[in-house]
């Protein structure tokens, strides 16, 4: 089982999108038979054996083992990974882009994070095919400002820092450089559950 997988075609976007079948999905981060299925989630061993055919086809869940029960052969089977990602290339021509998007509203910072996923995934993907790493670089992390004031003058330092830092390695001229993406974000950070605030 991987630990993620992003999907990218629309047929199995559209498999794990329906309500049922994403229900038997979540049943089987373990190993589980159409018997344990349908007892766990109250539904008819044959209705999900239809949809575990569904989900076999689409490479949304695997083959475990068979095994002889009542004289008849059940299968186990278990979800291709412990989660999901849709990629905007399921939406074809209509994905998210940058380029359409005005780049001082929200809509840029959505359209820049579904341009990554649906590239660093197609990176992946060949460098998995090709057996090579794929060098990557993820820095997460959560700030809170004391006023609009500081966040504004973090803002200004941050992109100093970077334009330094991108003046002194970019190199035009490297017969064996490639160019990267380098994306920068910030975003308010959701309240969580258990806060009593009501920041948006």
């Known amino acids: ?11 199995v976007a559209l ?3 329906d309500p049922t079948r994403a229900r038997i999905l ?4 373990k190993p589980g038979s159409a018997t344990s299925v ?19 086809d689409r490479g949304l869940v695997v083959l475990v083992e068979e095994r002889q029960r009542r ?15 849709l990629s905007s290339a399921v939406l074809g021509e209509n994905a998210a882009e940058p380029e359409r998007t005005d780049r001082l ?6 359209a820049l994070a579904a341009r990554m996923v649906r590239e660093v995934a197609d990176l992946a993907r060949r460098a998995d095919e090709a057996n090579k790493p794929l060098a990557t670089l993820a820095i997460d992390s959560e700030i ?8 504004a003058a973090f803002t200004s330092e941050l992109s100093q820092a970077v334009t330094a830092l991108s003046a002194r390695y970019h190199d035009e001229t490297s017969s064996g450089g490639r160019w990267h993406r380098l994306v920068v974000a910030s975003h308010p950070q959701p309240s969580r559950p258990s806060a009593t605030n009501k920041e948006v």
């Open 1 to 11: 089982m991987q630990d993620l997988v992003v999907i990218e075609e629309p047929v």
């Open 15 to 17: 498999a794990v999108l």
């Open 26 to 29: 979540a049943k089987l981060e």
């Open 38 to 56: 349908a007892k766990a989630l109250d539904l008819s061993r044959q209705k999900v054996n239809y949809h575990l055919r569904t989900l076999e």
């Open 71 to 85: 004289g008849l052969t059940e299968r186990v089977m278990v979800a291709s990974a412990r989660s999901y990602v």
């Open 105 to 110: 509203s929200s809509h840029y910072l959505i």
């Open 144 to 151: 809170r400002f004391g006023s609009a004031a500081d966040r």
